[in-house]
């Protein structure tokens, strides 16, 4: 899988912002069944990744509660080097996040998140 953990990342945090640089394993199981021959890494494991960086942020125990302005505009491919960032708005709520690959944005949106 593809987790924010290992030795392919980088994780820094600042007060109200964290970024991540992650590899994205080519042998990872999110790469076999999306597709057949044309391997693409999901969206759901890009926000999954968002989220994982999240949660390893904050003290308290975190879930996502929903999603909004989320757009998909790049691919991103087995072996791919991807950059996380992420800011918080509105009291540790809030977050808007946007992955990038080479300066191309990947994705973006906002998560939001109640404490459990």
Known sequence: MIRLTGGNKLVNYKEDEMSASVATDGSSPWFSGHFPD???LPGIAQ???VADLI???E???LCMTRLSRV???KIVRPDELI???VIC???KEQYIFR???ESEEVCSGRMFFTQI
Do not use: G
């Open 38 to 40: 044309d391997p693409i």
């Open 47 to 49: 926000l999954k990744m």
């Open 55 to 57: 949660s390893k942020s």
């Open 59 to 61: 003290k308290d125990k």
């Open 71 to 73: 757009k998909f505009r």
């Open 83 to 85: 950059d996380i960032h």
């Open 89 to 91: 708005i509105n009291k």
């Open 99 to 101: 992955i990038t690959s």
